[in-house]
Each structure stands twice: as structure tokens, then as C-alpha cells.
């Protein structure tokens, strides 16, 4: 029995018991459901073990959307208990937890899982390729993504969460102030999905630089290829310096070492530093790709080419470089010189240029348009004001002298998710929408849709504007409490009514779903919004093999050209078309990699070796394995194609 | 499968074109890992504790032979790939051969000098400078060690099927696997030996 103590957890409450008899009657539901239903085949061979990119990108989305709500519970519980001052509701130990799992389930298994999706479904439609460069790569990224989101989720029912906020920093990660085994937890659910994450990256690469359709050249790509594009090379630069990172800091908890320790040489701020090497430039990894959907959605619904392709590209390049050059600006009050910090103020008040850039270039490219005010128009309008707010706060919050006031207080806490939810989440949701007829076949409910939108949007707003007030009168952030003598108290009550309402939109938007599934009509044809790119000129749901013929390119919106001015995007006939198999690999070597990282946090060394060895066996049988993919007749292509009434 | 036959082999299909590209991409990621070690490593270099420092452990013998060995296995390597393009299986082979040996031996002498750092009292746990030096040599040798399987496998698929367009390619990606491994040692050898002996 001693060997099953270490399982326990360390803070229990009725809650987490709740949670995990909850969590053991939907496994049973699942498994029973899929059984009765037959169904097992069908996922294996038809999802489980797919490569193909658009279906990849399907299961990143749907498990981004569960970590949202995973993520939201822990906000609305956070909001619950500052509601009122003094309140009783999660002690200081829970609420350290319920923070730290909601910053990175939120950033790491929410934020970039929907981005990710967003790309692996969109960016091969968008240059005309039929599949990304390593379809197998693909979905061992994937399943690593998956396989690192579940150990992080379940820590809070077997051996306890993490409880270090989501920037972990150390000694207070250290073992010393964090005993139990959550931040192990946190150490190898971040590494695994971030070595997919890695995986990721270069597939992209290779793929926009290699798979364009004949015509596309770099500057006639679609604007959110061209931020997928920069976003990966973003992903190969900055991951690596988290895995060295994240393998410093379990060395340091689990072998004791001394990299991050205040004795024996060590150096906590190390820790810092690293961490915001990375840490920087993923929330431009963030934040790209969705500048890149706002340039499609506010084109296709002002119904013109966007404003400033060159300046659009050029101002993300820079952006880019220059994300590497800030990361001091998250600690300025932690002991560097004057000159340090007034280096870090520069450079971070400088990458507001070229956002600032972006922004008039989609209000120019809204001037004198012909505006649909669709849902997807709705977020895209939506997100220049408020994400305008965001990036004025960041500002004030990069001049290094000021910060030492709001610093660690509820203003930066507003600031960022200023930027995040105007800006990522609402992206997230105009894609969504946007390309959902491309998805599934049919369009979701406009109506419901826009009550969802201006739930969000003035839940934001109630969430989040008081945060700057209390902020600046010095609430701290990560405090589970307050006094009454304070004041907080109302401004964090209507906050808390923010936050209801945005958990209100979220339930409409899921609701949304399941009534477009059940109402809206199914014939809506491959191009429902009269768009621009590529995507449009599949029919509808897109064969597997996306393109029947390889379209031909002369400009960024070819479709569009195809359209209106008489271009012809399929000029050559029918050939058969290669595909790689199908394979039940990654979903194994990610079982494999979960058994590991589950091993290596409670130090169970035998199950850590055995999972080893599995994931080099995996590796070897690939190499030896022989695999060139299949054809696909011509007949068939043009069987499938008749059906759907596709390309001519 | 279109065949180009105006490219060596292992460049011949689209696919093999994007597998080095990729795997350049790749080396890119590994330029950005080591360099986060060698930051690290110069933050903590003189972070000793009550343990020795970089001058008082350092052998200089195994460290150069360590380097010679390297540097040749890189040389035979490069010989491999050569023979590949003029189509000489046997040789071929054989410099893998010889390139898996040198990198085995690499390794033992490798060992042999941890197990000397033991000895004087450097581990993981003696310092920071002593952690950061064996995880950097650590993660430089983990990867010397799978290219060993690595390359191994490779030599047996080319001894059973021959040079085909995958045999070839997966051949010449690791020998820039090797290279890069090479350069990285080169890093190790100025700025951490012979910084340190200094
Ligand atoms: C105009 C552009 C921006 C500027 C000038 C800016 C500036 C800053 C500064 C100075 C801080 C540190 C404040 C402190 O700790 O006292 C910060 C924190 C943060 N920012 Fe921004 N920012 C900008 C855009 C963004 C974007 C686009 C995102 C995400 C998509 C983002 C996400 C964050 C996050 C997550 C944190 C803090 C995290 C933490 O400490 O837990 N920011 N920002
Ligand atoms: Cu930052």
C-alpha cells in the first residue's frame, strides 16, 4: 500500500473528490458509449490514427476547446472567491493551485492548441498543397500535444497540481517551497507537448516553403499562411530554450542540483531570464497567427484586398526579430542597473510600431469597404479597439521606472489578458466560425453567434477595466484574499459579473454548435462568404485529398481572381494522387511518453526505463519500417469529385 | 514518384528535398538548445560552492583525444558520404563503419572522464558550475550516443537494400547530424576546456 501513498493528494476537499468521481464516470460513459455504439473501429482507423492534416487539425481544436473549459472553471472559481472580501471559499493553497493550472492550461493547452489547429486545418488549404511535409510528424505532434495536456490535467486528482503560477519561478518552484509532486507535473507536461510543439514548427516550415502551389510565390501567399509561416520559425527558436529550461529545473527538483538554488552557486534569476526567452516570444507565437486571421476575415468582409500586403508582412518580421530582444521587461524590479532596464523599456515600447502599423492597415483596409457585419466581422471589429487598450496598457507598462507601482499588481494581470482574449481568444472564435462551413459542412447560427459576441465582449470589459483600478491602488496579484478595509471589494464584485457573463457567451457559443448541427441547412456551397483564397475552391466537406488537380496561383487572393476576373485556378487534368498511409505510431509513442512523464514525476524509475525503451523501439521500427503511401486512382478522384460537385 | 536524375540520390524526390530541409530546420532548433547551455554554462561557470573549479579537475589528455577522435569520425564521415555519390557500397560501409567505431570510442573515453570527475568529487550535486558542466557534456554525449543506433541502423539498410532514394537520403542527413555534433564538440573544446584551463 506504501507504493500507492504517493498517489494521494496532498490538499484534498470535497471538490477534487467530486472531480474525480466525476472524472471516472465519464471515462465509464465513454468507453461504454463507444462499445454499445460499435464505434471503436471507426475512431481508430478513421481519427486515432489519421495524418491527415485537416482532421489533425479538427482534434487540436476540439481539445482546445475542452481546455478552455477546463481553464474557465479554474477562472470562475478564482473570481468567485475575490468576489467579496475575506471570503472562505479556496484557502491560499487552492487558489495558488487553481492559478498556476489556469495560466498554463490556458496559454499552453488552450491558446496554442486552437493556433496550432487554426494552421493545420487552413495553411495547406491556403497554398494548395494536399498535406503538410511529414503527415506522420503531424500527428505525433499532435498526439505529444495530447498526451502533455492529460498528464497536466489529471495532477490535480493523483498526487496534486502545480502551484508556482505558470511562470514557475524558482526557489519558490524549488522543492523546498513547492513538496509536492505538482511541479514535476508541470516540468514534464510542458516538455512533452513542447517537443511536439518543436515537431510542429519545422513541419510548416518545410511545408509553406516547399508546397506552395505553382504561381504562389512568398508574396503572393495568403496573409495568415505568412503569419503561420513566421509564427513557426518563431516556435524552431524559442522551444528549444524551454526544454533546456524545463530539463534544468526537474535535474534541480529531482537530482538535486543546484541551477536555480540560492547555494552552492546557483542562481535563481537564471530561471527568470529563461523562462522569458521563451516566454516572450510566445505570446507573439500567440498573437501572430491571429493577426493573421483578422487580415482574412476584415478583407473577405470588406470586400476588398487587404490594405498594405508588404507593410502587413514586413511589420510581422519585425516583430518577430524583436520578440527575442524584450524579455527583461518582466522582472525590471528585480535588481538590474538603469541601463539594463532602460534598454528593455526601448526595445518594448518599440514593437508597438509595427503593431500599430497593423492596426490602421486593417482599419484602411476597412475604409471605404462594403462591410458584412457577420459574426467573424464582429470579433474582428471588436478586437481593434480593445486589443488598442492592451497594447497602450503594455506600454505604460514597459517604461521600467513606472512598473515598480503596478508591477505584480491586478493592472498587469488586466494588461495581458487585454491582449489575450480581445486579441487570441477572439481570433480563435472568428476562425472558428469563419472556416466552420469549410469544417463541417454547415454555417452556425448568425444570431446566436452575435448574442455570444457582445456577451464576451461586454463580459470582457466588466471583467477586466476595474482590474486596472484596483491594480493601480496596489491589489497584488495571486492574493486569494483582501480585507474589507481595502475598498476592492465592489470594483472585484463587478468583475466577478464580468466573468459570468463571458462564462454565459461560452455557453451560447457551445450551444450555437449544437443548434447549427441540428437547423442549419447542409447545401451551403464550397465559398458561403464569398471569400478570397485558396480554401474556398475545395468543395464541401474537403476530400482527403484536398485538390483534385493542383490549383495554378497569380496573386494572394486567387480565388477570388478566379471569380471576378476570369482566372483559371485548374488548368491541368486529372492525375492520381500520392498519400501517405494512415498509422497507429504516434498515438502509441505518445502513450509511451505519457507513461514516461508520469513515471519520471513520482520517480517510479522502472515504468520511466520500460517507457524509454518503448519509445526507442517506436523510433527504431520506423526507421527499418518501409512506407511510400498510396495512390488513388483517377477514376476514383473523379467519382469523389461528381459526388461533391467539386472542381471542374 | 517523380525520380530528377539530374540530383544525387539522396536529393532526387520532393520528399527527400524536404527531409534535408526539414532536418536543416531541425539543426537550427539544436543551435538554439546548445546555446542555451553554453549561456547557462558561462552564468554559472563560476559558481563553484565549496566545490573545485573548471582548472582544478580538467585532464587535458582525454579531452584531446576526445577531440581527435571527433574530428576524424567527422573526416570519415564526410569520406562516407563521398563513396555514396560515386556509388561505392563497400566503401561506403565501411567509413560508416569506421565513423560508428571512432564515435564508440569517443564515448568510452567519455566515460572514463566522468568517472575521473567522480573521483575528484564533481557530480550533479557538488555545484552549480559542476551541474551545468556534466549536463552540457551529458547532452552533447546523449546525442553522440543515438546517433551511435542511429547510424548503426542505417548501416544495415544500406547493407540489405542497397542505395535506394531513402537509404541515400536518411544517410546524408546523418552525416550532417554527425558534422553538427562535431561543431558543437569544437564549442566545448574552446570555450569550456580551454576557457577553463586558462
Ligand atoms: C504593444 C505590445 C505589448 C507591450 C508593450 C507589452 C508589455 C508588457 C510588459 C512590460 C509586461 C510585464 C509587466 C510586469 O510584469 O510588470 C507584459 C506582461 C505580459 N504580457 Fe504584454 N505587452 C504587449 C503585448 C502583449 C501581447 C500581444 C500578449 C499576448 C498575446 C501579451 C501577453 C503578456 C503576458 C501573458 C504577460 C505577463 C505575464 C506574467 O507575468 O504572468 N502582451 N507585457
Ligand atoms: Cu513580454
Same mark, same amino acid.
Given at each position: 500500500?506504501?507504493?500507492?501513498?504517493?498517489?494521494?493528494?496532498?490538499?484534498?476537499?470535497?471538490?477534487?473528490?467530486?472531480?474525480?468521481?466525476?472524472?471516472?464516470?465519464?471515462?465509464? /460513459?465513454?468507453?461504454?458509449?463507444?462499445?454499445?455504439?460499435?464505434?471503436?473501429?471507426?475512431?481508430?482507423?478513421?481519427?486515432?490514427?489519421?495524418?491527415?492534416? =485537416?482532421?489533425?487539425?479538427?482534434?487540436?481544436?476540439?481539445?482546445?476547446?475542452?481546455?478552455?473549459?477546463?481553464?474557465?472553471?479554474?477562472?470562475?472559481?478564482?473570481?468567485?472567491?475575490? /468576489?467579496?472580501?475575506?471570503?472562505?471559499?479556496?484557502?491560499?493553497?487552492?487558489?495558488?493551485?487553481?492559478?498556476?493550472?489556469?495560466?498554463?492550461?490556458?496559454?499552453?493547452?488552450?491558446?496554442?492548441?486552437?493556433?496550432?489547429?487554426?494552421?493545420?486545418?487552413?495553411?495547406?488549404?491556403?497554398?494548395?498543397?494536399?498535406?503538410?511535409?511529414?503527415?506522420?510528424?503531424?500527428?505525433?505532434?499532435?498526439?505529444?500535444?495530447?498526451?502533455?495536456?492529460?498528464?497536466?490535467?489529471?495532477?490535480?486528482?493523483?498526487?496534486?497540481?502545480?502551484?508556482?503560477?505558470?511562470?514557475?519561478?524558482?526557489?519558490?518552484?524549488?522543492?523546498? @517551497?513547492? *513538496?509536492?509532486?505538482?511541479?514535476?507535473?508541470?516540468?514534464?507536461?510542458?516538455?512533452?507537448?513542447?517537443?511536439?510543439?518543436?515537431?510542429?514548427?519545422?513541419?510548416?516550415?518545410?511545408?509553406?516553403?516547399?508546397?506552395?502551389?505553382?504561381?504562389?510565390?512568398?508574396?503572393?501567399?495568403?496573409?495568415?499562411?505568412?503569419?503561420?509561416?513566421?509564427?513557426?520559425?518563431?516556435?524552431?527558436?524559442?522551444?528549444?530554450?524551454?526544454?533546456?529550461?524545463?530539463?534544468?529545473?526537474?535535474?534541480?527538483?529531482?537530482?538535486?542540483?543546484?541551477?536555480?538554488?540560492?547555494?552552492?552557486?546557483?542562481?535563481?534569476?537564471?530561471?527568470?531570464?529563461?523562462?522569458?526567452?521563451?516566454?516572450?516570444? *510566445?505570446?507573439?507565437?500567440?498573437?501572430?497567427?491571429?493577426?493573421?486571421?483578422?487580415?482574412?476575415?476584415?478583407?473577405?468582409?470588406?470586400?476588398?484586398?487587404?490594405?498594405?500586403?508588404?507593410?502587413?508582412?514586413?511589420?510581422?518580421?519585425?516583430?518577430?526579430?524583436?520578440?527575442?530582444?524584450?524579455?527583461?521587461?518582466?522582472?525590471?524590479?528585480?535588481?538590474?542597473?538603469?541601463?539594463?532596464?532602460?534598454?528593455?523599456?526601448?526595445?518594448?515600447?518599440?514593437?508597438?510600431?509595427?503593431?500599430?502599423? =497593423?492596426?490602421?492597415?486593417?482599419?484602411?483596409?476597412?475604409?471605404?469597404?462594403?462591410?458584412?457585419?457577420?459574426?467573424?466581422?464582429?470579433?474582428?471589429?471588436?478586437?481593434?479597439?480593445?486589443?488598442?487598450?492592451?497594447?497602450?496598457?503594455?506600454?505604460?507598462?514597459?517604461?521600467?521606472?513606472?512598473?515598480?507601482?503596478?508591477?505584480?499588481?491586478?493592472?498587469?494581470?488586466?494588461? @495581458?489578458?487585454?491582449?489575450?482574449?480581445?486579441?487570441?481568444?477572439?481570433? +480563435?472564435?472568428?476562425?472558428?466560425?469563419?472556416?466552420?462551413?469549410?469544417?463541417?459542412?454547415?454555417?452556425?447560427?448568425?444570431?446566436?453567434?452575435?448574442?455570444?459576441?457582445?456577451?464576451?465582449?461586454?463580459?470582457? #470589459?466588466?471583467?477586466?477595466?476595474? +482590474?486596472?483600478?484596483?491594480?493601480?491602488?496596489?491589489?497584488?496579484?495571486?492574493?486569494?484574499?483582501?480585507? *474589507?478595509?481595502?475598498?476592492?471589494?465592489?470594483?472585484?464584485?463587478?468583475?466577478?459579473?464580468?466573468?459570468?457573463?463571458?462564462?454565459?457567451?461560452?455557453?451560447?457559443?457551445?450551444?450555437?454548435?449544437?443548434?447549427?448541427?441540428?437547423?442549419?441547412?447542409?447545401?451551403?456551397?464550397?465559398?458561403?462568404?464569398? /471569400?478570397?483564397?485558396?480554401?474556398?475552391?475545395?468543395?464541401?466537406?474537403?476530400?482527403?485529398?484536398? @485538390?483534385?488537380?493542383?490549383?495554378?496561383?497569380?496573386?494572394?487572393?486567387?480565388?477570388?481572381?478566379?471569380? =471576378?476576373?476570369?482566372?483559371?485556378?485548374?488548368?491541368?487534368?486529372? *492525375?492520381?494522387?500520392?498519400?501517405?498511409?494512415?498509422?497507429?505510431?504516434?498515438?502509441?509513442?505518445?502513450?509511451?511518453?505519457?507513461?514516461?512523464?508520469?513515471?519520471?514525476?513520482?520517480?517510479?524509475?522502472?515504468?520511466?526505463?520500460?517507457?524509454?525503451?518503448?519509445?526507442?523501439? #517506436? +523510433?527504431?521500427?520506423?526507421?527499418?519500417?518501409?512506407?511510400?503511401?498510396?495512390?488513388?486512382?483517377?477514376?476514383?478522384?473523379?467519382?469523389?469529385? =461528381?459526388?461533391?460537385?467539386?472542381?471542374? | 514518384?517523380?525520380?530528377?536524375?539530374?540530383?544525387?540520390?539522396?536529393?532526387?524526390?520532393?520528399?527527400?528535398?524536404?527531409?534535408?530541409?526539414?532536418?536543416?530546420?531541425?539543426?537550427?532548433?539544436?543551435?538554439?538548445?546548445?546555446?542555451?547551455?553554453?549561456?547557462?554554462?558561462?552564468?554559472?561557470?563560476?559558481?563553484?560552492?565549496?566545490?573545485?573549479?573548471?582548472?582544478?579537475?580538467?585532464?587535458?589528455?582525454?579531452?584531446?583525444?576526445?577531440?581527435?577522435?571527433?574530428?576524424?569520425?567527422?573526416?570519415?564521415?564526410?569520406?562516407?558520404?563521398?563513396?555514396?555519390?560515386?556509388?561505392?557500397?563497400?566503401?561506403?560501409?565501411?567509413?560508416?563503419?569506421?565513423?560508428?567505431?571512432?564515435?564508440?570510442?569517443?564515448?568510452?573515453?567519455?566515460?572514463?572522464?566522468?568517472?575521473?570527475?567522480?573521483?575528484?568529487?564533481?557530480?550533479?550535486?557538488?555545484?552549480?558550475?559542476?551541474?551545468?558542466?556534466?549536463?552540457?557534456?551529458?547532452?552533447?554525449?546523449?546525442?553522440?550516443?543515438?546517433?551511435?543506433?542511429?547510424?548503426?541502423?542505417?548501416?544495415?539498410?544500406?547493407?540489405?537494400?542497397?542505395?535506394?532514394?531513402?537509404?541515400?537520403?536518411?544517410?546524408?542527413?546523418?552525416?550532417?547530424?554527425?558534422?553538427?555534433?562535431?561543431?558543437?564538440?569544437?564549442?566545448?573544446?574552446?570555450?569550456?576546456?580551454?576557457?577553463?584551463?586558462?
Amino acid at each position: 500500500m506504501e507504493f500507492f501513498d504517493r498517489f494521494a493528494i496532498p490538499h484534498p476537499s470535497p471538490m477534487i473528490y467530486a472531480s474525480m468521481v466525476a472524472i471516472g464516470l465519464v471515462l465509464i /460513459a465513454i468507453v461504454i458509449g463507444l462499445t454499445y455504439f460499435k464505434k471503436w473501429g471507426y475512431l481508430w482507423r478513421e481519427w486515432l490514427t489519421t495524418v491527415d492534416h =485537416k482532421r489533425i487539425g479538427m482534434m487540436y481544436i476540439i481539445s482546445a476547446l475542452l481546455m478552455l473549459f477546463r481553464g474557465g472553471a479554474d477562472a470562475v472559481m478564482m473570481r468567485l472567491q475575490t /468576489a467579496v472580501p475575506d471570503n472562505t471559499f479556496l484557502d491560499a493553497q487552492h487558489y495558488n493551485e487553481v492559478f498556476t493550472t489556469h495560466g498554463v492550461v490556458m496559454i499552453i493547452f488552450m491558446a496554442m492548441a486552437f493556433i496550432i489547429g487554426m494552421m493545420n486545418f487552413v495553411v495547406p488549404l491556403q497554398i494548395g498543397a494536399r498535406d503538410v511535409a511529414f503527415p506522420r510528424l503531424n500527428a505525433i505532434s499532435f498526439w505529444l500535444y495530447f498526451a502533455g495536456a492529460m498528464l497536466f490535467n489529471i495532477s490535480f486528482v493523483i498526487g496534486g497540481s502545480p502551484d508556482a503560477g505558470w511562470t514557475n519561478y524558482f526557489p519558490l518552484a524549488g522543492t523546498e @517551497f513547492s *513538496e509536492t509532486v505538482g511541479v514535476n507535473y508541470y516540468m514534464w507536461a510542458l516538455q512533452i507537448s513542447g517537443i511536439g510543439t518543436l515537431m510542429t514548427g519545422i513541419n510548416f516550415i518545410v511545408t509553406i516553403l516547399k508546397m506552395r502551389a505553382p504561381g504562389m510565390t512568398l508574396m503572393k501567399m495568403p496573409m495568415f499562411t505568412w503569419s503561420a509561416l513566421i509564427t513557426n520559425v518563431i516556435i524552431v527558436f524559442a522551444f528549444p530554450v524551454l526544454t533546456i529550461a524545463l530539463l534544468m529545473g526537474t535535474l534541480d527538483r529531482q537530482f538535486g542540483t543546484h541551477f536555480f538554488a540560492s547555494t552552492n552557486g546557483g542562481m535563481d534569476m537564471l530561471w527568470a531570464n529563461l523562462f522569458w526567452v521563451w516566454g516572450h516570444p *510566445e505570446v507573439y507565437i500567440l498573437i501572430l497567427p491571429a493577426f493573421g486571421i483578422y487580415s482574412e476575415v476584415i478583407a473577405t468582409f470588406s470586400q476588398r484586398n487587404l490594405y498594405g500586403y508588404k507593410s502587413m508582412v514586413g511589420s510581422m518580421v519585425l516583430i518577430s526579430f524583436m520578440s527575442f530582444l524584450v524579455w527583461v521587461h518582466h522582472f525590471f524590479t528585480m535588481g538590474h542597473g538603469p541601463l539594463v532596464n532602460g534598454i528593455f523599456s526601448i526595445t518594448t515600447m518599440a514593437i508597438a510600431v509595427p503593431t500599430g502599423i =497593423k492596426i490602421f492597415n486593417w482599419l484602411l483596409t476597412m475604409w471605404k469597404g462594403k462591410i458584412r457585419f457577420t459574426v467573424p466581422m464582429l470579433y474582428s471589429i471588436g478586437f481593434i479597439p480593445l486589443f488598442t487598450i492592451g497594447g497602450v496598457t503594455g506600454v505604460m507598462l514597459a517604461m521600467a521606472s513606472a512598473d515598480y507601482q503596478y508591477h505584480n499588481t491586478m493592472f498587469l494581470v488586466a494588461h @495581458f489578458h487585454n491582449v489575450i482574449i480581445p486579441g487570441v481568444v477572439f481570433a +480563435m472564435l472568428a476562425g472558428l466560425t469563419y472556416w466552420w462551413p469549410k469544417m463541417f459542412g454547415f454555417m452556425l447560427n448568425e444570431r446566436i453567434g452575435k448574442w455570444g459576441f457582445w456577451f464576451l465582449s461586454i463580459g470582457f #470589459c466588466l471583467a477586466f477595466f476595474p +482590474m486596472y483600478i484596483t491594480g493601480l491602488d496596489g491589489q497584488a496579484r495571486r492574493m486569494y484574499t483582501y480585507s *474589507e478595509e481595502t475598498g476592492f471589494g465592489p470594483l472585484n464584485m463587478l468583475s466577478f459579473f464580468g466573468a459570468g457573463l463571458m462564462a454565459i457567451a461560452f455557453i451560447l457559443i457551445v450551444y450555437n454548435v449544437y443548434y447549427s448541427f441540428r437547423h442549419s441547412p447542409r447545401n451551403v456551397g464550397q465559398d458561403p462568404w464569398n /471569400a478570397r483564397s485558396l480554401e474556398w475552391a475545395t468543395p464541401n466537406p474537403v476530400p482527403h485529398y484536398n @485538390f483534385a488537380v493542383t490549383p495554378v496561383v497569380n496573386s494572394s487572393e486567387a480565388f477570388w481572381d478566379s471569380k =471576378k476576373n476570369g482566372h483559371q485556378l485548374f488548368k491541368n487534368k486529372t *492525375e492520381k494522387i500520392h498519400m501517405p498511409n494512415n498509422s497507429g505510431l504516434p498515438i502509441i509513442l505518445a502513450g509511451l511518453f505519457f507513461v514516461f512523464g508520469f513515471s519520471f514525476v513520482f520517480g517510479i524509475w522502472p515504468g520511466v526505463i520500460i517507457a524509454a525503451l518503448g519509445i526507442f523501439g #517506436c +523510433m527504431a521500427y520506423r526507421t527499418f519500417e518501409k512506407d511510400n503511401g498510396h495512390y488513388i486512382p483517377v477514376e476514383e478522384i473523379e467519382e469523389t469529385e =461528381k459526388k461533391l460537385g467539386g472542381a471542374k | 514518384m517523380k525520380l530528377n536524375n539530374t540530383e544525387p540520390l539522396e536529393y532526387s524526390t520532393n520528399q527527400n528535398q524536404m527531409n534535408i530541409l526539414g532536418f536543416w530546420i531541425f539543426l537550427g532548433a539544436e543551435i538554439m538548445l546548445f546555446g542555451t547551455l553554453f549561456a547557462s554554462f558561462f552564468t554559472l561557470e563560476n559558481g563553484v560552492g565549496s566545490g573545485p573549479s573548471g582548472a582544478e579537475v580538467f585532464e587535458i589528455t582525454p579531452v584531446i583525444l576526445e577531440t581527435v577522435i571527433l574530428l576524424t569520425s567527422s573526416f570519415t564521415i564526410g569520406l562516407a558520404i563521398h563513396a555514396m555519390r560515386i556509388n561505392n557500397k563497400k566503401a561506403t560501409l565501411a567509413f560508416l563503419g569506421i565513423t560508428l567505431l571512432l564515435g564508440l570510442s569517443f564515448l568510452g573515453v567519455e566515460v572514463y572522464e566522468f568517472i575521473h570527475y567522480y573521483h575528484v568529487g564533481v557530480t550533479l550535486q557538488t555545484s552549480a558550475f559542476s551541474a551545468i558542466l556534466l549536463t552540457t557534456l551529458g547532452t552533447h554525449g546523449a546525442h553522440v550516443t543515438f546517433g551511435l543506433f542511429w547510424g548503426l541502423f542505417i548501416f544495415l539498410q544500406i547493407k540489405k537494400r542497397g542505395f535506394t532514394p531513402e537509404t541515400t537520403n536518411k544517410s546524408f542527413i546523418f552525416s550532417l547530424y554527425w558534422h553538427f555534433l562535431d561543431v558543437v564538440w569544437i564549442f566545448i573544446f574552446s570555450f569550456i576546456y580551454l576557457k577553463g584551463m586558462m
